[in-house]
């Protein structure tokens, strides 16, 4: 499916953005726009009206976070308001550079958990491949900053042309690895016939039951998905695939089609969202993303709680936030709309959902639904120990 350029927009405030239109096919092209991508302020200025504070933060993150938009994405950002949901996410800003207190660069511990270059093993039966550190939009709020956009610190040898050897001799020797999750960076950053040998040498290890990717790729450059790129990932199913959507603003035809590509190949298509301050952090967005989620057949998976990351904190919210969220969330819109909340910590991802019911004296519950009634059950009708069921 082809959508216009878009070589002319809806008039805005400011003088619209100088820039060269590009031709449809151009557009369609996903290298044209990992070429084309905007990483200097002469190159944003063809899409935004940059305000003084972004021109600062571009010059002032400079040497040490890396930025990049595609020309894809930044089409999604609004010229004239810099609070834009999209544009946040993408343009840097000053308070990338503060310090907060208790802020880490790797809060999740990936590298207490690393096994060999690329194989973090930090659960039982399923490791992270980190496939690159590449990604075609460093998102600011990334919390692997430190890894993907961070200029000063790079934890693993991005031997992008190296081999896989050790890493794939390390799953194979831990048969109890029944799933690899490619991560990275974004693994769709290789050309396919180098993701195709990574993904050829996983599937060649019987032990290797499920495959699964995780790209944004779908929403920073949905050109991406193409259909080579689907053919070929379904000569190794069981393939899934999660992406990243943070805001309604991103569900675009382009995005839709990229989905639609992927589900048509067989390959499950899930999303995990991260809770940022500013961007998406109110139940009407949060409700509409993932309700606009289910409309393109892309199933919620994780609402992510924003760590305390290096460069990243500005974006953090309180836990009661996420918790008015879920609650705006839950029984409101259905079940299999609704992400697990999580925080991701050193010992692994902790779902912090509020329960919505509470034990009774009598050993019973007290039940209390989306609308705040209540409801007794006592262990007669459902016991809760094994006791009390006999
Ligand atoms: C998130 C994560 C996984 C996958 O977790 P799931 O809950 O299975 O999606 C695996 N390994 C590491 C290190 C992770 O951070
Ligand atoms: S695409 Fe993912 S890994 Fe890459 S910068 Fe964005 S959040 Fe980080």
């Known amino acids: ?34 070429r084309k991508r905007v990483n200097t302020v002469e190159k944003a200025r063809e899409w935004i009206n940059l305000t003084e504070g972004e021109e600062r933060a571009i010059a002032g993150v400079a ?23 999209v544009r946040q996410q993408a343009v840097p800003a000053a308070d990338e550079l503060l310090e907060f207190p208790g802020a880490e660069v790797d809060p999740v511990g990936d590298t207490l958990y690393r096994r060999t270059n690329r194989v973090v093993h930090k659960y039982p039966d399923r490791v992270i491949l980190l496939v690159t550190e590449a990604c075609p939009v460093y998102c600011r709020h990334c919390t692997r900053k430190f890894h993907t956009t961070d200029l000063q ?12 050897d050790e890493d794939l001799r390390y799953i194979s020797e831990h048969p109890e690895i029944r799933d690899v999750l490619l991560t990275g960076g974004d693994p769709l950053s290789y050309q396919d016939g180098r993701l195709e040998e990574i993904v050829a040498g996983l599937r060649a290890i019987p032990s290797v039951e499920i495959i699964r990717i995780g790209s944004r790729f779908p929403v920073l ?47 499950p298509v899930g999303n995990q969202t991260v809770l940022l301050r500013g961007i998406n952090d109110d139940v009407a967005t949060m409700r509409r993303l993932m309700t606009e989620l289910l409309r393109i057949r892309v199933r919620p998976y994780y ?20 918790w008015e969220i879920m609650e705006g969330l839950q029984g409101h819109i259905t079940g299999f709309g609704v992400p697990q909340y999580v925080l991701t910590t050193k010992i692994g991802k902790i779902p912090v959902s509020r329960p919505s019911f509470t034990e009774t004296p009598d050993g019973g519950l007290l039940l209390r639904n989306f609308r705040g009634q209540e409801l007794h059950v006592d262990a007669t009708t459902h016991p809760i120990t094994e006791t009390d069921a006999r």
């Open 1 to 34: 499916m082809s959508h216009a350029a878009p070589t002319d927009r809806e008039d805005t405030t400011g003088p619209p953005p100088a820039r060269p239109a590009p031709e449809q096919a151009e557009w369609d092209d996903w290298r044209w726009h990992m």
């Open 63 to 85: 040497g040490r976070y890396r930025w990049s938009i595609t020309p894809y994405y930044a089409s999604l950002m609004d010229p004239d308001d810099p609070l834009c949901p």
């Open 153 to 164: 610190g790079s934890y693993f040898r991005d031997d992008e042309g190296g081999a896989y």
């Open 221 to 267: 450059l949905p050109q991406r998905i193409t259909e080579e790129l689907c053919t070929m990932l379904s000569r190794y199913h069981p393939v899934w695939l999660n992406t990243h959507f943070n805001h309604p603003k991103e569900i675009t035809p382009e995005s839709a089609a990229a989905v639609d590509r992927l589900l048509r190949h067989g390959i």
């Open 303 to 322: 609402l992510y709680h924003c760590d305390n990351v290096t460069g990243v904190a500005h974006f953090m919210t309180s836990v009661e936030k996420g």
